[in-house]
């Protein structure tokens, strides 16, 4: 038992240290990296960003010309308080307000005479905000004021009126998708790329191992389920490390950056709040690592049945459908996790990392039915590394063309 616990440590060593150092690996880590943590400090990098672009512009034109008719409910106060962020100036001559606008001296002009209101400007920019609809929607307010106290009513009476709001209050009792939907749908694309770059590298690992006999010089010594074993730990544990360093990345970024964010966005601050939590990370780590565990061992015992590279994606073909299926099932589950192709997937295997996951994210589910949902991960885990152990074993000897499926089973039930 000694003996082959060391060898398995021996191959798990061997495919850990090769994996973290291979180049693409370490690149694709830091790129990403760096991208988390570029976007995790959105509100810091969107200020520093457009303090550099503010330094190298020329001061932006903030004047507007406004007219208003004698008649017109609204006063040149009013508007300023809507215009805050620019200079206005107030004329009695309607007419040189498009000549003002031509000759660039204003940045836009409002006319508001009677039933005619018009938004003056030279070359609108679809950034700069001249709160039109709000103006009309004040002038209007205006009018309907001053018809009623026309009509007899006092000028208390009109503002209580006009003053009164119904309070709206949204009760939630279960999970709030919109805080929770962001990091179960990243969680899941990360595990769909994961998978299918990771169970490529363990198939195409194996493949060319036997494509240059290397595979025959190993079993003599180590047995084809310490290969198979140590081979998949292997490279899941690099995988697994490149997740927390992401997760890590992302918590320590954000913990430095919150206060800008709560200036940014209070709702974003509560949806990374909600996907940093611990509880989450904790399911998205176990169910990462389950599902990962679960296809890498497929990949790895397909990969022994075939004896050159260029046939990988042939017996590819039956775990990358899986992975499809469950990533568009998890999708599905999104939006309608209480449906019975999502509650019925979340217990499937190779289904359930994906469908189960994105439940937890956007619905209240029931320890019981985590657990559960666990545990059957875990078997299928344990039975994948029985198949594969069985398959990679009679793999070995297979050359020549990929074998049929039902070769495939033969070899796997054969003493």
Known sequence: MNKSMSKFFTVFRFEFLSTVKNKPFIITTIIIMLGISL??????????????????????????????????????????????????????????????????????????????????????????????????????????????????????????????????????????????????????????MSLLMYGQTVLVSVTTEKSTKTMELLITSVKPSELIFGKVFGVGCAALMQLALFITTAMVVFTSTRAHWLEYSETATGVLDMSLSQDVLLMAFVFFTLGFFAFAFIYAAFGSTISRVEDANAVSILPTSLILIAFFLAMNASTAPNKIIARVSSFLPFFSPFVMFMRICVTEISQTETLIAILINVVSVFFCGLFGAKLYRAGVLMYGKPPKMSDLIKAVFAR
């Open 39 to 192: 976007g995790v400090s959105f509100p810091l990098v969107k200020d520093s960003v457009m303090g550099i672009i503010n330094n190298f512009e020329t001061e932006e034109n903030k004047e507007i010309l406004v007219y208003i008719g004698e008649k017109d409910n609204i006063t040149i106060k009013e508007i300023k308080e809507i215009l805050t962020e620019f200079e206005i100036t107030e004329t009695k001559n309607k007419n040189e307000i498009k000549d003002a606008v031509e000759s660039e001296d204003y940045i836009a002009g409002y006319i508001i005479d009677g039933e005619e209101f018009d938004l003056i400007n030279k070359s609108p920019d679809m950034s700069t905000d001249f709160k039109a609809n709000e103006i009309v929607a004040l002038i209007n307010l205006n009018n309907q004021k001053a018809y009623l106290e026309d009509e007899g009513f006092s000028r208390k009476n009109i503002e209580e009126f006009f003053s009164r709001k119904i309070n709206v209050n949204y009760v939630n009792l279960g999970k709030d998708i919109n805080m929770t939907y962001f990091v179960g749908y990243i969680m899941i694309v990360f595990l769909y």
